[in-house]
């Protein structure tokens, strides 16, 4: 359903401090979004700010040679002059880290752009389409509703948006609208194959020495129907690797031959543990995910589950196998 753009033009045009964030462990849509639209609003002389609740992942840095985007530490009262507050990429409470607490006692307009099916009420303005491939395209919308520009910084900036949330146009989101976007974006100064070796041809020993140990943990069930492997604390001291370095790696799960859904359970620094979830087509594991007080796409999602390695495994597991024998 298409977004009118209305709300946020005129917010734009009335003020002028803005604070730009996403979700923690932000991804190419995510950062790229962020960046895009600061460059739009910055060349409108607007003061832009942007914080994530997270570390921003190294191989992102080509995006941000600025250092644009600070990591957000509670109290935050350096963002607390903004006179709106733009969430892209996430429409979730639990998404937003420690930021989640300033943003609530804020008392300005907020604005939600993003494509995501779960969403809370973050109490502002929601531009949500989840016919969307990328938020990078709403971006892109509301950048032309703006009146632009477009520059070639920012195109480059959604270029990787979208490409990374089509898994670089090879995903069933990817649309003919989705070439015919990048074609746009290729126009305005985006250079695909240098941005491709900036984000897949970078890879660190100790990233190779993670992944290692990932597929080493491979493991198969329900007739071959479900993969899953885990990454431990204490993998990254003893490979060198960072939490960052394991974006990407569920996707090993789900690629192996008749496979229908795979999981990826990460333990985390602060306890608990982080489940991605990927599905081939038959199953929706963004209402899976739900479950667990995650969410995200239809084929692609995530939770954070409030328990140890195993315990995880045999809800998730459980939960999955039995919505493949619902099918």
Known sequence: MPVDWTPLVELVNRHQRFLL????R??????????ALTDTLRARGKEVHLTVASVIPPRYDFLDPDRLVER???PGEKFAQAEVAMVLDTGTWNQLGDLGPFLQALQVPKVVIDHHLTQDDLGGVQLVDTSAEATGRLIHEAIVALGGPLTPRAASALFVALAMDTGWFRHSNTTSATMQLGAALIEAGAQPSL???LLFEQNTPARLRLMGRVLSRLELTHQGEIAYSSIERGDYERTGATPQ???DLVN???????????LFFM?????????????????DVARLAERFGGGGHRLASGAILATDMDDARRQ??????AALDAV
Do not use: C, N, W
């Open 72 to 74: 957000f530490t509670p």
């Open 316 to 321: 998730v597991l459980h939960a999955v196998s």
């Open 195 to 197: 941005l491709y070796d």
């Open 252 to 262: 090993f799960m789900r690629g192996i031959i008749g496979v229908e859904v795979g």
């Open 26 to 35: 932000p991804d190419g849509d995510g950062l790229g979004s962020m960046l």
């Open 267 to 283: 333990e985390q620094p602060r306890g608990g543990i982080k489940v991605s979830f990927r599905s081939r087509s038959r199953i």
């Open 21 to 24: 964030t996403t979700h923690v």
């Open 245 to 247: 370095d394991s974006e």
